[in-house]
């Protein structure tokens, strides 16, 4: 069952060792994406400051070409100066707090025997993990709106392909993966949500 129930005092998931083998290689895929042309933050100068732990970065940081990496770290304003400051004092720190929350989810998954489990003090970082290697699988897989994901509903659960289609099986695969993620994630939020008293939408 690839979604999360409550167990205890934990959030636990049934996912095959194919299926977190799959799933760990995507996370490494976006810790590295997140890690490419990454500049290196800046500490303030003066230790006392009390801001100090708050890293900005010198140097422009343009919008990235990747439109994976865009899913990931967005324009903050239509306006070119607007944005270019705004990613010049945040996007060094959100790629470390992105990069951070994969981690976490990494060693979750690696760590399952065979259940993930996940304790409600990390589920905020690993379904926010979640979404992020979900955000990158649907922009591979041309994910726009619900058209294009009925689309891929229907291709998982069309009939099998011969060896011959090749670029059709990986994608079909790929969708699979991209289904599992989501159902991990929406289950993880349900049971967090339920846990803050917040009806599920």
């Given at each position: 069952?690839?979604?999360?129930?409550?167990?205890?005092?934990?959030?636990?998931?049934?996912?095959?060792?194919?299926?977190r083998?799959?799933?760990?290689?995507?996370?490494?895929?976006?810790?590295?994406?997140?890690?490419?042309?990454?500049?290196?933050?800046?500490?303030?100068?003066?230790?006392?400051?009390?801001?100090?732990a708050?890293?900005?970065?010198?140097?422009?940081?343009?919008?990235?070409?990747?439109?994976?990496?865009?899913?990931?770290?967005?324009?903050?304003?239509?306006d070119?100066?607007?944005?270019?400051?705004?990613?010049?004092?945040?996007?060094?720190?959100?790629?470390?707090?992105?990069?951070?929350?994969?981690?976490?989810?990494?060693?979750?998954?690696?760590?399952?025997?065979?259940?993930?489990?996940?304790?409600?003090?990390?589920?905020?970082?690993?379904?926010?993990?979640?979404?992020?290697?979900?955000?990158?699988?649907?922009?591979?897989?041309?994910?726009?709106?619900?058209?294009?994901?009925?689309?891929?509903?229907?291709?998982?659960?069309?009939?099998?392909?011969?060896?011959?289609?090749?670029?059709?099986?990986?994608?079909?695969?790929?969708?699979?993966?991209?289904?599992?993620?989501?159902?991990?994630?929406?289950?993880?939020?349900?049971?967090?949500?339920?846990?803050?008293?917040?009806?599920?939408?």
């Amino acid at each position: 069952m690839r979604a999360f129930r409550k167990d205890g005092g934990a959030y636990v998931a049934r996912v095959d060792s194919t299926e977190r083998a799959v799933l760990i290689e995507l996370v490494d895929d976006v810790v590295a994406l997140l890690s490419a042309h990454a500049g290196a933050p800046e500490p303030l100068a003066h230790a006392e400051d009390p801001l100090q732990a708050l890293r900005m970065a010198v140097e422009d940081k343009p919008t990235p070409q990747d439109p994976a990496l865009r899913r990931l770290l967005p324009d903050a304003s239509v306006d070119p100066d607007v944005n270019a400051e705004f990613r010049r004092l945040t996007e060094d720190d959100l790629r470390a707090s992105k990069t951070d929350s994969l981690l976490r989810l990494r060693a979750v998954l690696q760590g399952a025997q065979p259940d993930v489990v996940v304790l409600p003090s990390e589920a905020g970082r690993v379904a926010a993990a979640l979404t992020d290697v979900r955000l990158v699988t649907s922009e591979r897989l041309g994910v726009r709106n619900d058209s294009d994901a009925d689309r891929l509903y229907r291709l998982v659960g069309s009939d099998p392909l011969g060896d011959h289609h090749p670029e059709e099986m990986r994608r079909r695969f790929l969708a699979t993966v991209y289904l599992v993620l989501g159902m991990l994630q929406e289950s993880l939020v349900d049971l967090m949500l339920t846990d803050l008293g917040t009806p599920a939408s």
